[in-house]
């Protein structure tokens, strides 16, 4: 089920180019490995290519040349494995705090020989932002973790000044930005712009929500910024 559709060949040898081998061996470990374990759900399997390896390999059009990048709330590696495959300039540090699913990446990139460019860290974005040696990244990934208030807090901490957070949406990144742009912009984030990646590559195009990191405002105190309209604490 993880073979490459022939129809999405053209735009897999673009986005992956010498590494489509890899890519290729990556999605078959998302189609039974990430199955198995409850990382890719069972109806996943047959559009890993389109949805998943595709979707976010185009995020790669955003990244400058041998940048470090931090994925939060990598899961199964989407997209900071799949970015990883597709620039082997890159260095590429996946954040996830769950033990299940940082057992399986460490395992994916052991299998794929990912280990010279690829780190996975365990443990929550806002409390490695305020650790003792907080991890920095020019830039910063997240695919569909929260919304957009709540992923500022937890990720403008860990970009770098002048670093960017870019964060994966759907159909409401528009409203998001409305919403959220002023709540961005107490965080230390410039003017959320939103992008469409792999505009005549991939059908639709991957939607993009790109915050600039332009002032240092340290990281926002636990719980703070995980309030639901009516006022109760949410934790992811």
């Known amino acids: 089920m993880a073979l490459l559709p022939p129809e999405l060949a053209e735009a897999a040898g673009r986005l992956f180019g010498a590494r489509l081998d890899l890519a290729a061996a990556y999605a078959e470990l998302l189609a039974t490995d990430g199955v198995v374990r409850g990382l890719i759900g069972p109806r996943e399997a047959p559009r890993i290519w389109d949805r998943h390896l595709l979707n976010c390999a185009v995020v790669g059009e955003l990244i400058p040349t041998d940048a470090t990048v931090i994925d939060v709330g990598s899961g199964a590696g989407l997209p900071g494995l799949v970015l990883a495959i597709a620039r082997p300039d890159l260095q590429v540090t996946l954040l996830e705090p769950l033990a299940r699913r940082t057992a399986f990446l460490t395992e994916a990139v052991d299998a ?7 780190q996975v860290l365990r443990g929550r974005a806002e409390e490695v932002a305020a650790g003792p040696d907080p991890v920095r990244g020019d830039v910063v990934t997240a695919r569909a973790v929260a919304p957009l208030d709540r ?11 002048g670093g960017r957070l870019l964060a994966l949406k759907g159909a409401s990144a528009a409203d998001e ?10 965080l230390g984030g410039a003017e959320p712009v939103l992008h469409r990646c792999g505009e005549g590559i991939v059908e639709p195009p991957t939607v993009v929500v790109e915050i600039v990191r332009e002032r240092l405002v340290g990281p926002t105190p636990r719980g703070s910024a995980k309030k639901s309209r009516g006022g109760k604490s949410r934790r992811r």
């Open 112 to 118: 794929l020989g990912l280990e010279d460019s690829v």
């Open 151 to 161: 992923l500022a807090a937890w990720c403008l901490p860990l970009a770098a000044p």
């Open 177 to 186: 930005i409305v919403e959220h742009a002023p709540a961005v912009h107490r």
